[in-house]
């Protein structure tokens, strides 16, 4: 039987939790289940902390998980990213008091606070940086407040941590991570695992694109089809007016009324865009 690692609590746990429904797999019902089986499909679901998923993973005691990137490199297991997600999207970056800093070359004999060691060594060794690393646990924006330390390195989304505590990020960021699917490089070709992968992956793409119908003059096809030239092709089909065609394309959510409003100039009408529920490609 499988056994695949989920996020049990933090800002993975949710999104994970939703993403595996939507693949068809039995997810828990309340937050105090901490194994379950899902017999259909024989795999196992273990619901840990995110930071010790890549753990289990790379020492082999389960064959994947779902973690965030930012996690599965602090760790240094000796995991692999299967594929990103697309959820819990955010920068890793340094941040401090204006005009500490500018970049990683101005950190030498500098205090740096994080939950991430792993990852602020990896990156400070790179540059030939040398600084006192202070691990801790969370919250780690008040830690220069509190004098314990002159730079912190941590987790940005939409960056209201780090203002309401009057810092501010400087350099390039240091890592960009979403959550990933995890495994270990020998396991990553295990038949359930692949199945897992091929539908975590329709799910993202299905999140990713929608579908885009319209009609357009015979002679604008071509034209119409460089607009929107969907993954592979679009599907063309004759209309009963022999003037018109049909084109079906999977186009970006992202940026689709751009396309719609291309489409319109170019003549197509009838344009319509629908969801994906599902997919496999
Ligand atoms: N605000 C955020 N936006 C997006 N991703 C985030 C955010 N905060 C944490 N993460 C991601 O969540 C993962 C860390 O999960 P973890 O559960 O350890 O911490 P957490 O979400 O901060 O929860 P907690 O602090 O309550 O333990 C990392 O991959 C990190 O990038
Ligand atoms: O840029 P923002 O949108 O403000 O988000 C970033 C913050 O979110 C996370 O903190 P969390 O709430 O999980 O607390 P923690 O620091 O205790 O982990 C992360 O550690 C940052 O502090
Ligand atoms: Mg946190």
Known sequence: MLKIAIPNKG?????????????????????????????????E?????????????????????????DLLLDSQAEAIEIMPLGFASSTFRFAARPNTAADVRDLG???????YPGLVRAH???????????????AVETSITLG?????????????????QG???????????EAVLVARHDDAELPGLRVLARRLGGVVTARTYV?????????????????TPGLESPTVSPLHDRGYVAVRSMVKRQGVNRVMDALYE???????VTEIRACRL
């Open 11 to 43: 800002s993975l746990s949710e999104s994970a939790v939703t993403m595996l429904k939507e693949c068809g797999y039995r997810v828990r019902r309340d937050t105090k289940e901490l194994v379950i089986t899902d017999v259909d499909n024989d795999i």
């Open 45 to 69: 679901f273990f619901y840990l902390r995110p930071r010790d998923i890549a753990v289990y993973v790379g020492s082999g005691t389960l064959h994947a998980g779902i973690t965030g990137r």
């Open 109 to 115: 004999g500098k205090r740096i606070a994080t939950s």
């Open 124 to 138: 400070l060794g790179k540059h030939d940086v040398e600084a006192e690393v202070v691990r801790l646990d969370g």
């Open 148 to 164: 314990v330390a002159d730079v912190i390195a941590d987790v940005v989304e939409t960056g209201t941590t780090l203002r309401n």
């Open 167 to 177: 810092l501010e990020t400087f350099g390039a960021p240091i890592l960009h991570s």
């Open 211 to 227: 579908l885009v119908d319209y009609d357009v003059r015979a002679e604008l096809v071509d034209e119409a089809c460089a607009i």
């Open 266 to 272: 170019l003549g197509a009408r009838g344009i319509l």
